[in-house]
Antibody, heavy 112, light 112 residues
């Protein structure tokens, strides 16, 4: 069955780079896009970006300058990297396929 | 970027009551392929979001038919015909016609 699971650090220092991994199973990354979504504490959902099945990417305009999404299809993994972190990047980070299948999310706290 | 404006921000309903949520887009969501990629999601407390409706009015598999979606171009509505206790949470519209994709700000449904 289709599954996605986010992994990465729980705590990151301000100004550093966040690296998260979304490990998927039950489907091929070459056939489906994977979206990253985040949610700051008590706030709404924010669409961050997508890596399409063909490997192309689209990014949130506000995050584009410091965000990159890549993948390793052989390992069924999608990677999110975001630099120059600030405290307001503290959030639960989700990966999703089609908005139908979601990971459980991973809480990342940015410490000053 | 497309801005989605959801109203109301909060909604209080009794069990069995019918309610509607509005989502207005800053530009037409009719794609050049003829489809309109406006989706509705529900995030229950402490859970990952769940897709309810895709492409304006298509019910996702397993979603109760008391949920329905309608609209076109820039104006869209989610209706719940007979609220149940399990429907509490935050409802989001999300557009996937114009990259970067965007979410509405959410509507919190409370049960009286």
């Amino acid at each position: 069955q289709v599954q996605l699971k986010e992994s990465g650090p729980v705590l990151v220092q301000a100004s550093e780079t966040l690296s998260l991994t979304c490990t998927v199973s039950g489907f091929s990354l070459t056939n489906y896009g994977v979206i990253w979504v985040r949610q700051s504490p008590g706030k709404g959902l924010e669409w961050m970006g997508i890596i399409w099945g063909d490997g192309n990417t689209d990014y949130n305009s506000a995050l584009k300058s410091r965000l990159s999404i890549n993948r390793d299809t052989s390992k069924s993994q999608v990677f999110l990297k975001m630099n120059s972190l600030q405290t307001d990047d503290t959030a639960i980070y989700y990966c999703t396929r089609d908005l139908v299948y979601w990971g459980q999310g991973t809480l990342v706290t940015v410490s000053s | 970027d497309v801005v989605l404006t959801q109203t109301p921000p909060t909604l209080s309903a009794t069990i069995g009551q019918s309610v509607s949520i509005s989502c207005r887009s800053s530009q037409s969501l009719l794609d050049s392929d003829g489809d309109t990629y406006l989706n509705w999601l529900l995030q229950r407390p402490g859970q990952s979001p769940q897709l309810l409706i895709y492409s304006v009015s298509n019910l996702e598999s397993g979603v109760p038919n008391r949920f329905s979606g309608s609209g076109s171009e820039t104006d869209f509505t989610l209706k719940i015909s007979g609220v149940e206790a399990e429907d509490l949470g935050v409802y989001y519209c999300m557009q996937a016609t114009h990259a970067p994709f965007t979410f509405g700000s959410g509507t919190k449904l409370e049960i009286k």
